[in-house]
């Protein structure tokens, strides 16, 4: 841009300032907030983003998980990814905010799923630049629908963004396997939701099955550690047995997401399954339509539309 | 003849040293004691209120906060004396608390995006002395570990839980989103580069000063990476910089300098000047 010049060199001319305060009108930002899957608007492809589909029961700790991998970032690059970007920067706070200092809970606690599941945004990209960013959506889904979803299959078809999963992450519950009187009852809403979700054919071909043991810090550190852990082994064994040949891929993690026992890291276990779930699709499966909110066409939905035209031109 | 126009987005919470900085260049631009900086050539709009930042910087008093009210765009042209090239420098002398007000709110003056629009390059302020980390419970746990101490006193009492407060947020989730929301703002998803200047870097303990980007990174990792996830699109550089030239209450010490461009210091890690025009030279 260019303007001209109608000063002599060495004078100093004199005009209003702009006041960039002035305008009466302002322009609306990313809300920042959880993005709901119902009300969307533009397309996207099954290459971008990539859809990870967290279930679990009320208090299994899929929050927890979901929060710690944002704080894991805030601590610096995890598994060789940096952080590129957030759309729900918000979202993502208003979920860690109880495990911080400045709330002065008494414990690291973080706040229940709400009923209507959201999904929360990550933009990660390798450290050595080799790969574009991996657009991550992740869905946490409540508790209360894991539970119609085991026990209806219409809950089951009705289960939102899972047909686009790339990674179901199934949690279970480690608090429940250390109780002698509720292991079954982990058992059976482990199988009994995959049961569903493969029988009524709701789970996609090509997605992969993570299966979490979550607060793995009680399991080791119960009274009972080792009938504890003898469990989960034998779960995990029974699991491969019934699913080992019905889904694409079989994977088994132990996660201590958040806990204030000193002898887990952050984020505990969570290192063995990141890389996965970051890692780029490489075979597009089918075309899945995610519609996003309006105010989110200037983010993920103009990504989404750009890698569409990208793939669409190779 | 026809001269470039160059306009740099100045963004940063409050106190976060943009309105000493903004003193700093006009003195050093002004005065002409660099030979190798940026050099006035003339004077766009109302420089009364420059001069009286300049006044102020110049005799180690208290810079002023800018209010929302007195928000402005300053215009300067200026000459690079090696390149000899002209050009017209719009910069904002922004408030703080319009930033924290777009991570708050969600909103910003339209006159902001046009200028967004069109911007050669972002400076983006911050102060070593005024970063909220966002502490976890785990972590400050941890560090007390053998201090005998309550625990309910770093943790407070469930009476006292406080309700997520967005204006309290840890620093380097708001200057990443207020850099996407420029992102954002851009059109054909064309993010401009980024200066981080680390204002008030005297300041940093003398062990942790060897390169502000080393310094970013261990201090703000999340802004850290997503620069450097994003730097094909938006190149970045760190600087540290100390406009004033030392901590106020020093002042006395500070006045001893004849040219008060001498108490300037601007450092990347591997080069260090006085120039204060640098990190706008660059991004222009």
């Not at chain 2, 981080?196 to 703000?220: C, F, H, M, T």
Request: glycine share 6%; aromatic share 8%; charged share 25%.
């Amino acid at each position: 841009v260019s303007a001209p010049v109608n000063e002599p060199a060495d004078a100093i001319a004199v005009a209003p300032p702009i006041d960039v305060g002035a305008a009466a009108d302002e322009i609306e930002l990313l809300d920042g907030k959880g993005l709901s899957p119902d009300d969307c608007t533009a397309i996207a492809r099954s290459s971008v983003p990539k859809v990870l589909f967290f279930a679990g029961t009320a208090n299994s700790g899929k929050t927890t998980l979901l929060s710690t991998l944002y704080m894991l970032f805030q601590r610096g690059s995890f598994c060789n990814y940096n952080f590129a970007g957030s759309a729900t920067l918000i979202g993502f706070e208003e979920r860690t905010h109880l495990s911080r200092v400045a709330s002065r809970s008494v414990y690291a606690a973080v706040p229940r799923t709400r009923h209507d599941p959201e999904m929360l945004h990550l933009r990660v990209r390798p450290i050595d630049d080799r790969h574009s960013p991996t657009e991550l959506l992740m869905c946490d889904l409540p508790g209360e629908s894991f539970r119609e979803a085991k026990d209806s299959g219409e809950a089951c078809l009705r289960l939102p963004v899972i047909r686009r999963a790339d990674h179901v992450v199934l949690l279970i519950d480690g608090e429940k396997i250390v109780d002698s009187t509720r292991r079954q009852q982990a058992r059976n809403d482990a199988t009994g939701l995959l049961t569903s979700l493969v029988l009524n054919g709701v789970l996609p071909s090509s997605s992969a099955v993570d299966i979490i043991f979550t607060k793995w810090d009680m399991v080791e550190l119960c009274s009972e550690a080792q009938k504890a852990t003898d469990f989960a082994a034998f779960l995990e064994e029974d699991l491969r047995r019934l699913f080992g040949t019905k889904v694409c891929e079989l994977r088994f993690g132990r996660v201590a997401a958040y806990t204030v026992e000193a002898k887990y890291e952050l984020g505990f276990g969570l290192k063995a399954l990141f890389p996965a779930w970051a890692a780029p699709v490489e075979r597009r499966t089918r075309p899945f339509q995610l519609r996003l909110r309006a105010r989110y066409d200037t983010s993920i939905d103009q990504y989404a539309l750009a890698a569409s035209q990208t793939v669409a031109g190779k | 003849v026809t001269l470039d126009q160059a306009k740099v987005v100045v963004a940063g919470l409050p106190k976060s040293g943009k309105t000493t900085f903004l003193a700093a260049l006009w003195e050093t631009v002004s005065s002409r004691y660099i030979s190798t900086s940026l050099q006035l050539k003339s004077l766009k709009g109302d420089y009364e209120y420059l001069n009286a930042i300049r006044d102020a910087w110049a005799d180690c008093n208290e810079v002023s906060r800018t209010p929302i009210a007195a928000e402005r765009v300053v215009t300067m042209v200026l000459e690079d004396p090696q390149s000899h090239r002209i050009l017209e420098l719009h910069l904002p002398d922004p408030s703080g608390e319009s930033f924290k007000n777009q991570w708050v709110d969600r909103t910003a003056p339209a006159a902001y995006k046009d200028f967004v629009e069109v911007a050669s390059g972002v400076a983006v302020f911050l102060h070593p002395l005024y970063v909220e980390d966002g502490t976890l419970i785990k972590d400050a746990q941890a560090a007390l570990v053998g201090i005998e101490r309550p625990v309910s006193a770093i943790q407070g009492s469930d009476e006292a839980t406080v309700p997520f407060d967005l204006s309290r947020v840890a620093t380097q989730v708001i200057l990443v989103e207020l850099l996407q929301f420029i992102a954002q703002l851009r059109p054909h998803d064309n993010p401009p580069r980024v200066a981080v200047i680390v204002s008030a870097w005297d300041l940093v303990p003398v062990g942790e000063r060897a390169a502000p980007s080393e310094w970013l990174r261990k201090n703000l990792p999340l802004l850290e990476q997503y620069l450097v996830a994003n730097r094909e699109a938006a190149p970045f550089k760190v600087f540290g910089v100390s406009a004033q030239g030392g901590d106020l209450k020093d002042a006395q010490n500070l006045r001893t300098f004849q040219r008060p461009t001498d108490r300037i210091s601007v450092t990347d890690g591997q080069t260090e000047s006085k120039d204060i025009t640098w990190p706008v030279r660059w991004l222009i």
